[in-house]
């Protein structure tokens, strides 16, 4: 079946980085954009970052530009998020999640059609 399996996540000290790993299996998702969301405890989950199927388009949330990258290896089914300066603010589960259209990106959850179990994001200040 298919799966998105999220890695790297943990905890780390304000103003450190993480990087997360997004593995797909089952399918190959090359021809869709792939994002990653948080989700912070009594808060909505809110989109982090979007990358189109080719790699050449992505998208970023205001609070994360300048210090947040996507990335995406298509050989390997795999999309990565290179965090860096991290804040508090950033203490969230993020799941990796692939769009359920071909061809499109959008930055809203519910176009997301796969979704991984998540990994934790503890930013201590």
């Known amino acids: 079946q298919v799966q998105l399996v999220e890695s790297g996540g943990g905890l780390v000290q304000a103003g450190g980085s993480l990087r997360l790993s997004c593995a797909a299996s089952g399918r190959t998702f090359s021809g869709y954009a792939m994002g990653w969301f948080r989700q912070a405890p009594g808060r909505e989950r809110e989109p982090v970052s979007i990358i189109g199927w080719n790699g050449r388009t992505t998208y970023y949330q205001d609070s994360v530009k300048g210090r947040f990258t996507i990335s995406r290896d298509n050989a390997e089914n795999t999309v990565y998020l290179q965090m860096s300066s991290l804040k508090a603010e950033d203490t969230a589960v993020y799941y990796c999640?692939?769009?359920?259209?071909?061809?499109?990106?959008?930055?809203?959850?519910?176009?997301?059609?796969?979704w991984g179990q998540g990994t934790q994001v503890t930013v201590s200040s």
């Open positions: 999640a692939a769009h359920a259209r071909p061809y499109t990106i959008t930055s809203v959850a519910a176009d997301f059609g796969f």
